[in-house]
């Protein structure tokens, strides 16, 4: 077997055994990924990557509340945050998840709340932008996208997952709007009836949609630590002649910084930054639902445990 199935094997077999990992275990191997518990803890991380040459957009974790008032509480946050952001001369730049402000409630009540944070961020020449979620609710997140452009709002940006099959469908769906995407592999596990299962053809289709997205027009944010497809990217952005500012790439906090590091040398890079008390969900989640990032911190944990050995001996 290739080292590379290896190291896919080691990955998923680390993804699965995730939900079985104590809690604090879990919370300490998320760590490097959520800029911490307080705004400020983010904000200070915020300026840390600016002085790396690095870009940031934050988001407050937090998914399904349980009431509208949740909801509400969930929007004042992002608005507080918004204003630190602008206050404090960092990026006014916020992504955030629908069920976070309400989705799983109603629709509408979500809408109204991204619709708050989202002029709230116009007056500050700020940007949002709405994350995808698992499938079941594509549909719902795309029409109040295409609905708050409507209503006039430009400041808001979108997520398209190169995972699923029906995504070659909204690009072109989307292309009237010349929408500002985040293009990614996809997080969620989907069943193959909605979803590419191969990682081969995740990343062929990945390609594909960044042709197509670029020749509409759209500005991208090609969110990816695969370096074939980086390479990719770059090729792309080359033989069509892109303009440097109808792109950046964008990674994950504490995924391969190096590689966020080396490419900020000569283009636009934005780390995501995440925080809030939800951070166990959030890292329990990612380490499960992305078996490339399980098994890259598991290989990071073991390495550490190795030096401190050694270290002691």
């Not at 193959?192 to 990945?206: E, T």
């Not at 990612?286 to 050995?309: F, H, S, W």
Request: proline share 4%.
């Amino acid at each position: 077997m290739s080292s590379a199935a290896n190291t896919g094997l080691f990955d998923r077999l680390v993804a699965q055994a995730v939900p079985f990992v104590p809690g604090p275990l879990v919370r300490r191997l998320g760590a490097p990924y959520v800029a911490g518990i307080t705004l400020s803890a983010a904000l200070e991380l915020a300026r840390r990557l600016r002085g790396q040459g690095l870009r940031t957009t934050v988001d407050i974790l937090g998914e399904d509340v349980a009431d509208r008032q949740a909801a509400l509480a969930a929007a004042d946050a992002y608005l507080a945050t918004l204003d630190a952001l602008a206050e404090g001369g960092l990026p006014t730049n916020v992504s955030l998840k629908p069920s976070g402000l309400g989705s799983g409630l109603s629709w509408e009540l979500a809408g109204e709340q991204i619709e708050r944070i989202v002029t709230h961020a116009e007056r500050l020449g700020a940007f949002v932008r709405i994350d995808m979620e698992d499938a079941t609710t594509t549909d719902a997140t795309l029409a109040l996208y295409r609905a708050l452009r409507s209503a006039g709002h430009e400041s808001l940006g979108i997520v398209l997952q190169a995972r699923l099959w029906r995504t070659e469908r909204d690009v072109e769906a989307l292309a009237d709007l010349v929408p500002n995407v985040r293009l990614c592999k996809g997080i969620y596990l989907e069943p193959p009836q909605i979803a590419l299962q191969d990682r081969d053809a995740i990343r062929r289709n990945y390609s594909r949609l960044l042709r197509r997205l670029f020749a509409h027009g759209s500005f991208v944010g090609i969110a990816t630590h695969d370096e074939e497809l980086i390479v990719e990217a770059l090729d792309i952005v080359q033989a069509l002649g892109v303009a440097s500012d109808q792109f950046e790439f964008q990674t994950l906090l504490g995924v391969r910084p190096d590689l966020a590091q080396l490419l900020a040398g000569e283009f636009t890079v934005r780390v995501y930054v995440p925080y809030g008390s939800d951070s166990y969900a959030y890292a329990q989640r990612r380490l499960r639902e992305n078996p490339q990032i399980a098994g890259y911190v598991a290989r990071k944990v073991m390495r550490d445990v190795l030096a401190a050995t050694l270290r002691r001996r």
